[in-house]
């Protein structure tokens, strides 16, 4: 079985085994895989693999797919073809378990100007997994992104503030600590208790944190106006549950420390200090 390899500007790659007959490539979040920058179409290109051979082929996309350097509407894919969709290099090899040559100098430039440090991840094939994206808009069952790493990059770290030091008087003596801010509010949090992803943490960049898997269970957890916190149930058949207990159609209280789980994976809502 082949795969692609994806080169991320933060030096990292990762691998997207082609174990199903078609791929899809672009910056939509319902692709298989998400590239999420202005120069890739919302789906730029696919991966058709029949037995052990894989074809590319562009859709019609705006700024177009290269392979070793050449424009392509179609194309038959060999070892360690080099792919370009945007900025975004990707490598095909027909051994799953081969690396990647090292990118060329100019190349890593390339990749590491101007563009986020992170891809949204392949969505996972028949095993459940995790997804968590964060979403502002309005509640509706819209895709979410494919994994926490993409949710972390469209969303907020969380990180602990540094110190406030006011320089000495004069330039003599001590630094004295700078007039103390009024304290930030606290900030909502899920954590990841289980599965892959277990230990991760994603905050609220707005009202909403959307968490769960397209097709399988997706929910939303919701800041209230007056305060406190909902879980509501977007799509799934299997109810929602809170501590054990199963989550009302319109939606259900969840505070602080309680545990929930989405599409298989059991979460935690925290607040920050």
């Known amino acids: 079985m082949g795969k692609l390899v994806i080169f991320l500007a933060d030096g990292k790659t990762l691998d997207v085994p082609l174990d199903r007959e078609r791929v899809t490539i672009g910056r939509r979040f ?39 350097g ?15 969709i945007g900025r975004q290099r990707l490598t095909y090899l027909v051994d799953d378990a081969a690396k990647p040559d090292a990118l060329p100098p100019d190349m890593v430039l390339r990749q590491t100007k101007g563009v986020p440090e992170r891809v949204a991840a392949v969505r996972p094939t028949p095993r459940p997994a995790v997804s968590v994206g964060v979403r502002t808009g309005p509640l ?4 979410v992104a494919a994994d ?4 972390l990059a469209a969303g907020e770290a969380v990180s602990a503030p540094a110190p406030n ?21 606290p900030r909502p949090l899920v954590r990841v208790l289980s599965g892959a992803s277990r230990g991760r943490v994603v905050a609220f960049r707005g009202a909403d944190l959307t968490v769960g898997r397209v097709g399988v269970q997706v929910a939303v957890v919701r800041r209230l106006d007056a305060g406190g916190y909902l879980l509501l149930p977007i799509e799934g058949k299997d109810p929602l549950r809170i501590n054990g207990t199963a989550v009302a159609p319109e939606g259900s209280p969840l505070r602080p420390g309680d545990t929930f789980e989405v599409a298989g994976v059991r979460l935690e809502l925290a607040v920050s200090p």
């Open 30 to 68: 319902d692709n298989d895989v998400c590239l999420p920058f202005p120069a890739v179409s919302g789906e730029h290109a696919q991966v058709v693999t029949i037995l052990a051979d894989s074809f590319l082929e562009d859709l019609g996309s705006t700024n177009g797919t290269l392979v070793n």
């Open 70 to 84: 050449k424009a392509i509407a179609k194309h038959f894919l060999r070892d360690r073809d080099a792919i370009d």
């Open 140 to 143: 509706r069952p819209e895709p």
């Open 148 to 151: 926490l790493d993409a949710a």
């Open 165 to 185: 030091v006011a320089p000495a008087a004069n330039g003599a003596g001590a630094a004295a600590p700078a007039h103390s801010p009024a304290p930030s509010p």
